[in-house]
């Protein structure tokens, strides 16, 4: 990034041609900016007005609505301006280019609005990186999770442990140095230890809510395995409502890994096609064996499907969660050896596996706040430690400096303390204009 004394541009908007595009402005010079453009003062902070944008030569480019945000109330913290354009290619390049003419004005960097505004004390690391989340998010429940990443709800609850820490650390070092004195309250060690013991399961709750983090945001994995021919194209087919995999009555003629991604009610679900297990001397087919046995390892679900009274013995697989699933119920009819009897010809049974998936997801995430970055998860493990180690501590010294470890490492998540090294890595991510 460089120096933040310079004033930024960039389009924040989607890709042109588009009904509007809308072009950010923010620094020093933003307002200046905007006179130059318009001929025109910023109106009243926060009201839309109409203005005619036009070149150096005074050749009108277009008529835009412009928003004005008066320091520091505004999402960098800063001057800004916003201008609401028609998405037209060369309106936006004009106006860009107009901007790019202005000596202390520059195109902003990825990532560098949202930097201005952690720098300025507008959001924090969290906040920032839900914001991502959000911007990215594709299902319902990707913006569920990103809302409460992004807008304050997770921040909120590290900075609660960070407190509770900070106070039992306080309570510790107060009786170590005051103990003599009467204000004092004596043996504080119990109250304290119960308190710190309460941070840590909390803690260890939220870790264990990683899991349904990546699966929110990186999709639930079912796989699809079964012998050749037991209708595993079809179903995935079925699924997608479109052509995904061949479908033949050829055996073996899915010898890859095919994959489509659904969304079931709010839900990601990645849903993988995987060639029939089974022997065979055929080198491609064996290979495409060997990637369905390391997809089974790798799956949340696995969906075992066999036809229905088919002579050949069910596929053993060692997976964690797994369906039997019967398949061709519209020629054979329903049987119990199998969890779930469906037909993707009738789509009888196909409602139930459906329920039978989401019910499986929900199970795994209620709702509740769960860390979605490695970096978050690092962080709340280092915490994690800290606090493990304060109540072993034997020693009060000990503990205290435990504690303080803890609060420290709770406080590089939010970036309050020690994160100058992950800012170009977290905000370089971020598009440009964001």
Known sequence: MTKPTDTIFA??????????????????????????????????????????????????????????????????????????????????????????????????????????AFENGRLDLVEAEGLAELIAAETEMQRRLAVEQGFGGQSKLYEGWAKRLTFARAMIEAELDFADEDDVPGAVGEQVTEEISSVQKEIEDHLSAAK?????????????????????????????????????????????????????????????????????????????????????????????????????????????????????????????????????VTGEGTSVLREAIIARIQRVWSGAVAPTRERQLLLLRETSLSVHSALKASELELRAEHLRAAASSLGRITGQVDVEQLLDVIFSQFCIGK
Do not use: W
């Open 212 to 344: 349904a983090g990546e699966i929110i945001r990186g999709g639930y994995k079912v796989a699809i395995v079964g012998p050749p021919n037991a209708g595993k194209s079809s179903l995935i087919n079925f699924l997608a409502q479109r052509d995904i995999a061949i479908v033949t009555d050829i055996e073996g003629t899915t010898r890859d890994v095919l994959h489509v991604d659904l969304d079931m009610d709010g839900y990601l679900v990645r849903v993988f096609d995987t060639a029939g297990l089974r022997e065979t001397s055929d080198i491609v087919e064996r290979e495409g064996v060997r990637r369905a046995e390391q997809l089974i390892g790798q799956a949340d679900l696995v969906l075992l499907l066999a036809e229905i009274d088919s002579v050949a013995e069910r596929c053993g697989v060692e997976a964690g969660d797994v369906l039997h699933i019967g398949t061709k119920l519209d020629i054979h009819g329903a049987s119990s050896r199998y969890d779930i009897c469906l037909s993707t």
């Open 11 to 116: 389009l924040s908007s989607g890709a042109l041609p588009a009904g509007v595009a809308v072009v950010r402005i923010s620094g020093p010079l933003a307002f200046e900016a905007l006179i130059r453009l318009t001929g025109k003062p910023p109106g009243t902070a926060r009201h839309a007005g109409l203005r005619s944008v036009r070149d150096s030569q005074t050749h009108l480019i277009d008529q835009a609505l412009v928003i004005s945000f008066v320091a520091p109330h505004s999402f960098t913290g800063e001057d800004c301006v916003e201008l609401q354009l028609h998405g037209s290619r060369a309106v936006v390049n004009a106006v860009l280019a107009e901007l790019a003419a202005i000596d202390g004005c520059r195109l902003a960097e990825a990532g560098e609005f949202s930097r201005r």
